[in-house]
């Protein structure tokens, strides 16, 4: 098992290969269930997805969706809340039906948060499990929010943000005390079982983190490590994320 990497010439290249995969399997299967990333980085994919849509066709009426992660402790109206991200860049622009899309919420109480996640966990089995799964990769090495020490079976569950995560997020929440401190993230456990995985990172400043997720050992200190171990993973990186490779 080895990761398969893509170096493309320019991130644009990168978005359009991985939407098109995602629109190939949901023409192959149009009740196909994917596994959808915020941040930065998989905005380009979702541009092209909503392109697609518009001027090729292309149907999620059947698809349904599960994100990896969401802020707990702020209102699902917040422009930075995951829900918000979205509707933004993808749902409220495609033919999704609302009834096929999977986010954790923002403020799951505590009493409830270990039937919440078991329940998260039992809807992405009962889907038929998540066959294309998009990850980002933050400075820590996370996937999902897998902040270091997550074990490498660890399923949906709250966790505390590591600070290196909330100091790259505190520009978008206007400063750092406003950054949440925990989130609802699926487990590493959960997305190694996604059929086939793409994770993107482009930029210098991802260069480090990915050298370490493809070339060093497989570790909890890193949670993008444990994809060495899968049988289907594609990394997606442009020169500079790929430089120090
Ligand atoms: P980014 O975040 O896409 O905004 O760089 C990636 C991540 O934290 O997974």
Redesign the pocket.
């Known amino acids: 098992m080895s990761i398969t990497l893509h170096i493309h010439a320019t991130r644009e290249t990168a978005n359009k290969k991985v939407a098109r995969e995602i629109a190939e399997l949901i023409r192959a299967k149009p009740h196909a269930v994917l596994g959808l990333?915020t941040?930065?980085?998989?905005i380009g994919v979702y541009e092209e997805l909503v392109r697609l849509h518009h001027q090729e066709g292309l149907s999620f009426r059947q698809v349904c969706t599960f994100n990896l992660d969401e802020y707990q402790g702020i209102d699902l109206s917040h422009p930075e809340s995951y829900w918000n991200f979205m509707h933004r860049h993808l749902f409220d622009h495609i033919d999704i039906p609302a009834a096929n899309i999977h986010i954790p919420g923002t403020r799951v109480p505590s009493l409830e948060l270990a039937d919440y996640c078991k329940r998260y966990e039992e809807l992405i089995t009962v889907h038929g499990g998540i066959d294309y799964q998009i990850l980002?990769?933050?400075r820590t090495g996370?996937?999902g929010f897998n902040e270091p020490g997550s074990p490498p079976d660890c399923r949906t569950r709250r966790i505390l943000l590591d600070q290196l995560?909330r100091e790259?997020a505190a520009p978008a929440f206007g400063d750092l005390d406003h950054v949440p401190t925990h989130a609802i993230t699926m487990g590493c456990g959960t997305i190694m079982e996604a059929r086939h995985i793409a994770l993107l990172a482009f930029g210098t400043a991802?260069a480090a983190i990915v050298r370490k997720a493809l070339r060093g050992p497989v570790s909890s200190q890193i949670s993008a490590s444990y994809l060495q171990n899968h049988e289907h993973t594609s990394f997606h990186l442009d020169h500079e994320s790929a430089s120090l490779l």
């Open positions: 990333a941040g930065s980085t998989p980002g990769i933050g996370h996937i995560t790259d991802k």
